[in-house]
């Protein structure tokens, strides 16, 4: 039994899940964290949990342009995400899935959108969009699609309103949504681009989700969603809304001020989010802000 735990400790390592190995004299913990075989001599009885968990990084509003050095708001957008990324395979050599929630280009064509590809299969993990009210309908497809990791759904749709900035979640989408979510039999992540819930920020709230309310009557009936990624922001927020964690990721570069009555950019760093979704159903996230 012993040895079959171990032996998918180390081929899930390899994988880039780990599992925790707890002894009941928590003093130990790190011993046989590091030198799990040693768990075969140790003297306490040692209760082995196997906390597997995949790691998610959630970039969001790369915006890049036509040419390599376009400017946003007087911003080197494309030098900025490429600094981002660079942390990321620093901080994080594995990697589950990375998901992008949009804005991928400023009403950029294909070549924009194939090297933010690129880039962010540099992380050595599939990559998942949903697209954002810039991504154009010919260059970005709206196909919603479904991850499937150890304990954990992950599905992305689109919140894209024809011609507009606000966003609306379709019908067809939101009937694709409810039918993977009946067919879920594990903790589930959705990702889009539009904030589902107001922002505290005007302007922002002006341009959010138009029919949120739908898409909230839809996550009501399924207890399985715990969490929802999402850019347009480009801020950093955390709120707790009918029992479902909505996360707000950095842009990788211009961040809006919060709380501004109109458009206005704050002095904050570009950043990106990572997440693990433990097999038990836990979620860890956190936020990191990359200095240029
Ligand atoms: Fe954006």
Known sequence: MLKNLIHEFFSHTK????????CENQSLKPALMVICP?????????????????TIIHMTDTHLGDQPDFRLWGLPVGAMFERVMADAR???????????????T????QAAAARVETLLGELGAPVGFTPGNHDLPEVMGGEPVCFDLPGWR??????????????????????WL??????????????????????????????GLGNAGALWAVIRG???VRAIIHGHAHMEQTTLNEGVLVLGTPST?????????????????PGYRWLRLHRDGRLETGVVRVSL
């Open 253 to 269: 570069n211009g961040q809006f001020r919060p709380q501004a009555l109109r458009f206005a950019l704050d002095d904050q760093p």
């Open 222 to 224: 399924h207890a399985r």
């Open 178 to 207: 409810d039918a993977m979510l009946r067919q879920a039999t594990t903790p589930v992540l959705i990702g889009l681009h539009h904030p589902p819930l107001p922002t505290g920020t005007a302007w922002l709230d002006g341009i």
């Open 38 to 54: 040693s768990a075969i001599a140790c003297k306490h009885s040692a209760q082995i949990v196997m906390n597997y968990f995949s």
């Open 90 to 104: 620093e901080r994080f050599p594995k990697v589950d899935l990375v998901v992008h929630t949009g804005d991928v």
């Open 154 to 175: 992950v599905l992305l749709i689109d919140s894209r309103k024809p011609e507009a900035v606000e966003g609306w979640v379709e019908q067809g989408m939101l009937d």
């Open 15 to 22: 994988s880039g899940t780990r599992p925790d190995l707890v």
């Open 106 to 109: 400023h009403d950029a064509g």
